[in-house]
């Protein structure tokens, strides 16, 4: 069974502070995706990374792929009370229309 | 911007009851899955569909489950005969092109609740 922890569960911080949230598993994934869920709603991609070592930004988010493929981080920099959200992280092993493996996710709040 | 569309948002059935959860995927996508998330938990793999038949499936869907594309743009699951611990957001997902390299459009989600 292939899991993937993320860490921190929660992260309550301040507006303008930077933060990383990980995502990790003892398993190889052909490519790791992040989603940001709102309550009530389904997951929203962010990105997806398919490259060991591959790093893409996206506006003061920062993801990484982990040069063995087996896990990867999310950096926000001056992060801003809209960042509020639970985030997400999910692989995927490869094939045609593979299972996406979810993380247990981490809910980030930020406050004025 | 596409999005996916499921109905209904909430449905409430009693046990034993069969549900039919309904999705309309982006038109140009061809890749098609169903996830679930318990309350509190992980979301959680359910079915994957691509070229008219089942990719990959879970130890959850198990003869219970059933998907169907029957028109070329409706894409369901049905649940034969529903238990307590079906209870949970059912989420409809498209992708342009396989998982590795495409992420998935989720849709809102139908909240099915059984009693």
């Known amino acids: 069974t292939q899991l993937l922890e993320q860490s921190p569960q929660f992260l309550s911080i301040q507006e303008g502070e930077n933060l990383t949230v990980y995502c990790n598993s003892s398993?190889?994934?052909?490519?790791l995706q992040w989603y940001r869920q709102e309550p009530g709603e389904g997951p929203v991609l962010l990105v997806t990374?398919?490259?060991?070592?591959e790093v893409k930004k996206l506006k003061r988010l920062t993801f990484q792929f982990g040069d063995a493929r087996k896990d990867s981080s999310l950096h926000i920099t001056a992060a801003q009370p809209g960042d509020t959200g639970l985030y997400l992280c999910a692989g995927a092993r490869g094939g045609t229309a593979s299972k996406l493996t979810f993380g247990t996710g981490t809910r980030l709040q930020v406050t004025l | 911007e596409p999005e996916v569309t499921q109905t209904p948002s909430h449905q409430v059935t009693q046990m034993g009851q069969e549900v039919i959860l309904r999705c309309v995927p982006i038109s140009n996508h061809l890749y098609f899955y169903w996830y679930r998330q318990i309350l509190g938990q992980k979301v959680e793999f359910l079915v994957s569909f691509y070229n008219n038949e089942i990719s990959e499936k879970s130890e959850i869907f198990d003869d219970q489950f059933s998907v169907e594309r029957p028109d070329g743009s409706n894409f369901t699951l049905k649940i034969r005969s529903t238990k307590l611990e079906d209870s949970a957001m059912y989420f409809c997902a498209s992708s342009e092109g396989a998982t590795s390299n495409y992420g998935y459009t989720f849709g809102s989600g139908t909240r099915l609740t059984v009693v």
């Open positions: 398993s190889v994934f052909s490519s």
């Open positions: 990374v398919v490259t060991g070592g």
